[in-house]
C-alpha cells in the first residue's frame, strides 16, 4: 500500500489537477462515522453540476428507481451513502484526469466503464459482503495512470509508442508493457486526491496477484472478464476475497448477466 509518493513522481504531481473543492468537502464528510444525509443533501447541492449529475444518475434505469427522484435530498434517502459517494466521484474525477496521448478520450473512458459494471456485478453478484458501489468506483477509475505514463514514467512511453505504430491495440500495448507501472502511478493520484484506502488499495493492487486487497481482486477479475468473457475469472484470487466464481457462472447460466451503465447517464 503506497503511504507517500515517490520524490519524482511527487515533482510531477504538484501539476496534477486537483479534484474539485466540493468533492474534497464531500470525502471529509463520508469519512465520518455518523453522516447526516441533510449534511451530504446540502453540499451535494452547493454544486449545481454535481446536482444535475446525481440526479441523472439517481433516475437512471440502472439504480432500478420506480418514482422519479426530483431533488438531492430525495436521491440521498432514495440511493443510500455508499451510491451517492459512487456517483460523486465517478461524477468528477474523470475531469481531473488529463487526456491520454495513447488513445481517444471516449475510448479510455469507455473501457473504464466495462471494468466498473463488471466489477459490481462481481461484488454483488459473487455470494461476498463487499460493497458493489464501491467497486464500481475502484473499476471506474483503475487506469487514471495510464493517460500520464508519458510524463509520470517517460522511460516507458517511447516503447509503448512503438508498440502502437506496429499495430497492437493501445490499452493492450499499455497493459502489457507498463501495468504495474500504470497501477503504481494511478494509486499515487489517487492518494494525492486523499480518496478513500480501499479505491487506493484498488488501483494500485489490481495486477498483484498476491495483494490482500478484496477490492483489487475485483478488479483484476473485472478486467480479465472484461478482456476474456467470465470463463476467465481468477477463481484462487477472489475466493481469497470471499467472493464465489461458480456463483457468478451460475449468474449467467440464469441471465443475470453484467448490467450495462448508459454512458449517457454519466455524461
Not at 78 to 94: C, D, M, N, Q, R
Not at 184 to 211: C, T, V, Y
Amino acid at each position: 500500500m503506497i503511504d507517500r509518493i515517490d520524490t519524482g513522481l511527487d515533482e510531477w504531481m504538484d501539476q496534477l489537477p486537483p479534484v474539485p473543492r466540493v468533492v474534497s468537502e464531500l470525502l471529509a464528510i463520508f469519512a465520518c462515522d455518523d453522516v447526516s444525509p441533510a449534511l451530504i443533501a446540502n453540499k451535494v447541492g452547493s454544486d449545481p453540476s454535481l446536482t444535475v449529475r446525481v440526479l441523472k444518475m439517481a433516475n437512471s434505469s440502472y439504480f432500478g428507481n420506480r418514482s422519479k427522484v426530483s431533488s438531492v435530498s430525495d436521491a440521498v434517502v432514495s440511493l443510500g451513502t455508499s451510491t451517492i459517494k459512487s456517483i460523486v466521484l465517478s461524477a468528477s474525477l474523470p475531469g481531473s484526469v488529463p487526456p491520454s496521448p495513447y488513445v481517444r478520450t471516449e475510448a479510455f473512458w469507455e473501457r473504464a466503464f466495462l471494468v466498473a459494471c463488471s466489477a459490481r456485478w462481481i461484488a454483488k453478484r459473487g455470494g461476498g459482503v463487499l460493497n458493489y458501489e464501491t467497486a464500481f468506483t475502484a473499476g471506474l477509475l483503475h487506469a487514471i495512470g495510464q493517460p500520464v505514463l508519458h510524463r509520470a514514467a517517460p522511460h516507458l512511453h517511447e516503447s509503448i509508442m512503438e508498440a502502437i505504430r506496429v499495430g497492437e491495440a493501445p490499452l493492450v500495448a499499455i497493459e502489457r508493457l507498463a501495468g504495474s507501472e500504470s497501477a503504481r502511478i494511478g494509486g499515487a493520484m489517487a492518494l494525492k486526491w486523499r480518496l478513500p484506502r480501499d479505491l487506493i488499495e484498488a488501483i494500485e493492487s489490481q495486477n498483484n496477484p498476491e495483494s490482500s486487497s478484496v477490492y483489487g481482486a475485483v478488479v483484476g477479475s473485472a478486467k480479465r472478464v472484461c478482456d476474456h468473457g467470465v470463463q476467465s475469472l481468477d477463481r484462487e484470487r477472489l475466493s481469497r476475497a470471499g467472493i464465489s466464481a461458480d456463483k457468478l457462472l451460475s449468474r449467467c447460466e440464469d441471465n443475470e448477466g453484467i448490467d450495462i451503465v448508459d454512458l449517457g447517464d454519466w455524461a
